[in-house]
């Protein structure tokens, strides 16, 4: 938004682009460039977006196409608090709207087995891809990017109340599934 | 929160990402976008690597038409134009070249009814709507989707077409085919819940099970409906099953035409095939003729290369074997699909025989009769997948080749002119993209305006009143259409028309203006004059929602602030212009959204359709000549790029618990996007 004061940071560290994920996410500056941006959040929003959607094709289209349309408005998205957010919105948004109009009914963790690759706690893994879409959406900034609860709402234009309720009732059912096994 | 799930949520993901691809990578691939509006290249290892070499080329679209493409690469700013697409074909209305040379005979002439009076079903197999002639989609609350979508979960295996056919002689009965069943819904029993009666079941006694029809091992029937014919003491049903063997060497095809008021079947033609005679023959279409009979249109797959056989059953109808060019090696079938008129015209989709996919159009004898090329690919790729013909028009669907720089609705139906050849698209919705290669069109027919289905909305128990006929709709007189053809934007003022309607509230005083927004003004600016006024902190308007092509002629954009509504017309500029009525929130069903003014501006009745704020769906309304609000539910976007996302309603404002089950796969209008507190707009059955 316009004339809001911004924490302006784009590190070297934020730059790479090999398999970690950040700790928190990268508050873009003012007249970065598209590409520093792109460098910075690619990988971690298509990796967030791959979880969200059980898809990792759909994600990749689903990143490329937020991506285009940031870069489209680069200019005003760059001075969003938080540019990676209103992208996975965006992305997730074109991702869901994708998929009702395809009609394609997966079970998401059918996908996940497919094209994810899950690896790890596989019960919590299922779990996780049989929450609800709004519910995996901000479980996965939450706790892959590790976005603070604030930061998700925004992201989401969502009320911070609304996060915090789906979030615990993911938690909630993430819950009732671990204990059921 | 829990922090020992939360921890371990965290470890599982983030060890579950580090496995995940990278973005970088990723082998070159240019993929459209959005109904081939953008593009995205990729180049090998450069994505996630933008800088390193030319990574990633976005396409603007430009106003013509063309498109720019940009790239945000290493060699040089962020923007750079590094090449200009030409302006492609007009996406809309494509005319095929040259024009057909196909004229029918008199006397066929005379007896093809042309479309007048109807509305198009479509059944896709994944949903079903009724589409008029002008593209307009109603989906009914009484059938069809529902039960369609039930019909095929039933044997999802075996419906490969999924069809359901409105019978317009029965008043809104259905009849669909599922696996090895044939259905029939009668009228008087549609609705919620209602169960169809299994009218007619095959079963191959052949193989010695008792007619189970996996006794053979995983051989699999299917069923296509073709005609219905309502004489005075039955209906008739005429449609085909074939049984084909696991492993598709064997099968046989059968026509059948059913009673089902009796019940009774009679098995009109049969072909057997087996290895020796090669894969057989695949039926494609057929009609009840008006003088008695039945035609039938195969698709012959043997070794003879015939490659399209007339029958019939009437004493001047004969087998027409159509053979191929000579030297042509026939490897596949030149007939992707066909459909007989019920006056025994045929239309035929042929392949690989002309060096563009053409319809072929033949009389009931074989004789062909002409073309209508259909300027779409490169040479020996590409065709037309369904095809169906409703009185003089035929219905086409995109098939897997075509070139979609010239055909770039992919998923959409035309419609065709068969003496003209003049095609105009019908928005195609809710089909799954992938249908496009396979099955877009499953069944098409024609639904007088007196049928409960017409139309589509049903509020009244007692019956529901017939919507307005296509005649009606073709010629729309909005009240708030704009009068912008004549006066020049700087001087045009208030139309007043607003005024006659609306009492509260105040129209733009003498300088044309009301607060910061005047008369003639782009709607992009209206808005950011809007947002200004009403604070940028929260109803910040994404840029893309105000670019890109506006609503197309007799369409309008109304947006409105906290203070004002604001109407465009088709030329993007500001028409109508007036003070926001408390009393019209008050009572207008979306509150504090002023459905009413938009009421007022355009006349009733109208459709008014209302964002999400998330790009998902937007809330369509359906108001009566009496304003008064007759149907309502959830569309879908034809487009990809519908708003992207602010807060138009807020969370969970559309929710189905709210508003019921949504007619789903309503179609939108192509536009890019709705603004923020604006709503799109259109008098009902506008063309």
């Keep these: 938004m316009a004339g809001r004061e911004r924490v302006l940071r784009v590190t070297a560290a934020t730059l790479s682009t090999g398999g970690s994920i950040r700790a928190a996410r990268v508050v873009v500056e003012p007249d970065v460039t598209f590409e520093a941006f792109y460098r910075a959040e690619g990988d971690d929003l298509f990796r967030a977006l791959s979880v969200a959607l059980g898809d990792v094709d759909l994600a990749r289209e689903a990143t490329d196409e937020g991506f285009v349309r940031a870069y489209q408005h680069w200019r005003k998205v760059s001075r969003y608090d938080n540019p990676a957010g209103w992208v996975y919105r965006v992305a997730l ?29 596989p019960t919590l893994i299922q779990a996780i891809g049989e929450l609800p879409i709004e519910f995996r959406s901000v479980v996965v900034l939450r706790y892959l990017l590790q976005w603070s609860t604030a930061e998700v709402a925004e992201a989401m234009d969502l009320p911070t109340g609304t996060v915090k309720s789906r979030l615990s009732r993911a938690l909630n059912q993430l819950r009732s599934a671990l204990e059921s096994e | 929160m829990d922090p020992e799930l939360e921890s371990r949520l965290r470890e599982s993901l ?99 009814d042309p479309p007048g009076d109807v509305t198009l079903l479509v059944a896709t197999g994944w949903g079903s709507g009724l589409v008029d002639v002008f593209g307009n989609v109603y989906v009914p609350d009484v059938c069809c989707e529902d039960l369609d979508l039930a019909w095929y979960e039933q044997d999802r295996t075996q419906a490969a077409s999924g069809a359901v056919r409105v019978l317009d002689d029965l008043r809104g009965g259905l009849v669909s085919a599922s696996g090895n069943s044939l259905y029939w819904l009668p009228a008087d029993r549609l609705g919620e819940g209602a169960e169809p009666v299994v009218a007619a079941v095959h079963v191959d006694e052949s193989d010695g099970d008792g007619g189970d029809d996996d006794g053979d091992g995983g051989g699999s029937y299917e069923l296509e409906l073709w005609d219905v014919i309502e004489l005075d003491d039955r209906v008739e049903v005429l449609y085909s099953v074939q049984k084909v063997s696991a492993d598709g060497s064997e099968g046989s095809a059968l026509l059948v035409g059913h009673s089902l008021a009796g019940g009774d079947s009679e098995v009109l033609a049969r072909v057997d095939w087996s290895p020796d005679t090669g894969p057989g023959d695949v039926w494609a279409g057929a009609a009840w003729l008006p003088e008695g009979g039945w035609m039938s249109l195969k698709s012959n797959l043997d070794r003879t290369c015939e490659w399209v056989e007339f029958a019939g059953a009437g004493a001047d109808l004969y087998s027409s074997p159509h053979q191929r060019p000579e030297g042509d090696d026939c490897p596949n079938p030149s007939m992707i699909a066909g459909a007989v008129s019920d006056e025994g015209l045929v239309v035929v ?116 009143e017939p919507g307005p006929t296509p005649d009606e709709a073709a010629t729309p007189t909005p009240v708030g259409t704009p009068t912008t053809d004549e006066v020049p934007p700087e001087t045009r003022e208030p139309t007043g028309r607003l005024e006659n309607v609306l009492a509260p509230g105040a129209l733009a005083g003498d300088d044309g203006c009301l607060g910061t927004i005047c008369l003639g003004m782009p709607l992009d600016e209206a808005l950011e004059a809007a947002t200004a006024a009403y604070g940028a902190e929260d109803t910040d308007t ?57 009421l007022a501006a355009l006349g009733a009745p109208a459709e008014v359709f209302v964002g999400d704020g998330e790009g998902i769906r937007a809330l369509w309304l359906l108001y009566d000549t009496e304003a008064s609000l007759v149907g309502y539910g959830f569309v879908e976007p034809i487009d990809d790029d519908m708003a992207l996302g602010d807060e138009a309603l807020g969370d969970g404002a559309l929710g189905d618990e709210a508003l019921g089950d949504p007619p789903d796969d309503r179609l939108l209008p192509d536009y890019d996007a709705l603004p923020v507190n604006a709503y799109w707009a259109r008098p009902a059955g506008t063309p």
């Design chain 1, 93 to 121: 948004n074109w991702a869901r709207s994708r998929l009702r109009k395809t009609k394609r009914e997966v079970v998401t963790h059918q996908v996940h087995e497919r094209s994810v690759g899950w690896s790890g706690d």
């Design chain 2, 349 to 464: 989709s042929e392949r690989y025989l002309f060096p563009e996919p053409v319809l072929g159009v033949y009389d009931r004898a074989g004789n062909r009769l002409g073309d209508i090329p259909l300027d779409g690919t490169e040479p020996g790729e590409g065709h037309w997948s369904e095809l169906d013909i409703v009185g003089r028009d035929v219905l086409v669907s995109r098939g897997e080749g075509m070139d979609p720089t010239r055909w770039p609705e992919l998923d959409e139906t035309y419609l065709i002119d068969i003496e003209t050849g003049d095609a105009r698209p019908i928005p195609y919705w809710g089909a799954p993209s992938f249908a496009r290669t396979e099955i877009a069109v499953d069944q098409l027919t024609a639904i007088e305006p007196t049928s409960p289905l017409y139309f589509g909305v049903e509020t009244d128990p007692a019956g529901p």
């Design chain 2, 542 to 598: 994404p840029e893309a929602e105000l670019e890109g092509t506006l609503p197309p002629p007799s369409d309008h954009v109304f947006v409105t602030d906290a203070e004002r509504v604001t109407v465009t017309g088709a030329d993007g500029l500001v028409t109508e212009l007036r003070s926001f009525p408390l009393a019209d929130q008050a009572s207008s069903p979306l509150g504090p959204l002023g459905v009413g003014e938009v």
């Design chain 2, 14 to 112: 983030g060890r579950h990402a580090r496995r995940l691809p990278t973005l970088e990578g990723s082998v070159g691939d240019v993929r459209r976008r959005g109904r081939n509006r953008r593009w995205a290249v990729r180049t090998a290892g450069a994505l996630g690597a933008v800088a390193i070499s030319g990574a990633i080329a976005i396409s603007l679209n430009r106003a013509d038409g063309g498109q720019t493409v940009a790239t945000a690469d290493g060699r040089g700013d962020a923007g750079d134009v590094i090449g200009v697409a030409p302006t492609p074909t007009p996406t809309v209305a494509p005319t095929p070249t040259p024009v057909p040379v196909f004229v029918p005979p008199e006397s066929e002439a005379d007896l093809v």
